[in-house]
């Protein structure tokens, strides 16, 4: 039987963890069980991306339906974790309709507009974290897996245990996140596989 699980990482080109999501996809692939890797940038670039009005709530209304269909998720933390702030500019939850803009997704030269919602509502108790708030991408993430009781699994982009790079709303991962990162009998740094199907009861 597959195994469905999210990944959530830091993507930026220059100083992200985008390393550690590709070699989980190399492993996947070369495994005789089958798990079936989802990621933040894969739901991006798929169709709702696409949509010209795509905004902050749409993407995260979506990374909800990907993270419920998954049964586990895993939070890759690099050193710049904890300062990224992207997806938390949303100010409807502040503001009125009709003095609520936000800029659709990946069109900043474009200007503003005004907020899709001009109503909002509560989320019914033990349905989705709501999409439209003030967290980063990273943080609904980790909230809607915490609040879904998905398995979550978190790893450092390093050789070594690094709780100093979590963001605070993970602290409590502290002693069961693991580096993702070991060193094989030829010195060269691979991924620790073992540890990772261990976690994942592969």
Known sequence: MSKRVYISADYDP???DRNVVNELYKWSASQRYSIEFTDMA??????????PDCRICDLKAEFNTQINLS???IFVVGDKTASRTAGSKCERLNKQ???CRCTPYKQNANGTKSCKHRITYDMPEGGDVGNINT???LRHEFEQAKKKGKKIIV???SLYKQPQWLPWYMS???????AFWKTNAYGS???NYALIKEALDA
């Open 14 to 16: 220059d100083s992200g």
């Open 42 to 51: 894969k739901v991006v670039s798929g169709s709702i991306a696409n949509d």
């Open 71 to 73: 049964s586990a998720v």
């Open 97 to 99: 309709w009709l003095y």
């Open 135 to 137: 967290y980063s991408y």
């Open 155 to 157: 790893i450092y982009n």
């Open 172 to 178: 409590d991962y502290k002693d069961e996140a693991f």
């Open 189 to 191: 740094r691979v991924g």
